[in-house]
Nanobody, 120 residues
Framework: VQLVESGGGLVQAGGSLRLSCVAS????????MGWYRQAPGKQRELVAH???????KYADSVKGRFTISRDNAKNTVYLQMNSLKPEDTAVYYCNADLRTAWYKEPTTYWGQGTQVTVSS
């Protein structure tokens, strides 16, 4: 199983970016998917999460600016980021809680990360 993120880059404050994460490989079913970020010298933190049943959760710092969405047919999760701030600068990682077979327990997989840099 692989998770591959894309869409990161350099943007000015107030700008927008859209991140994508595609899960591929031997996948039976994907339960939850989410986005995390890690800034230099800081711990990885939750940004947005999409639970089974389309329940979403956001970090307080991004509410109203970021939107998570998911395309189940494409095994893809997106993160639309608007009104970006310099403090949003970090490596963004996606993760997925999934089963590789009906009889196996769910396992969490992580992508390699994509850099988002917001200049002031």
């Amino acid at each position: 199983v692989q998770l591959v993120e894309s869409g990161g880059g350099l943007v000015q404050a107030g700008g927008s970016l859209r991140l994508s994460c595609v899960a591929s490989g031997s996948i039976f079913i994907i339960n939850d998917m989410g986005w995390y970020r890690q800034a230099p010298g800081k711990q990885r933190e939750l940004v947005a999460h999409w639970s089974t049943g389309a329940s979403t959760k956001y970090a307080d710092s991004v509410k109203g600016r970021f939107t998570i969405s998911r395309d189940n047919a494409k095994n893809t999760v997106y993160l639309q980021m608007n009104s970006l701030k310099p403090e949003d600068t970090a490596v963004y990682y996606c993760n997925a809680d999934l089963r590789t077979a009906w009889y196996k327990e769910p396992t969490t997989y992580w992508g390699q990360g994509t850099q988002v840099t917001v200049s002031s």
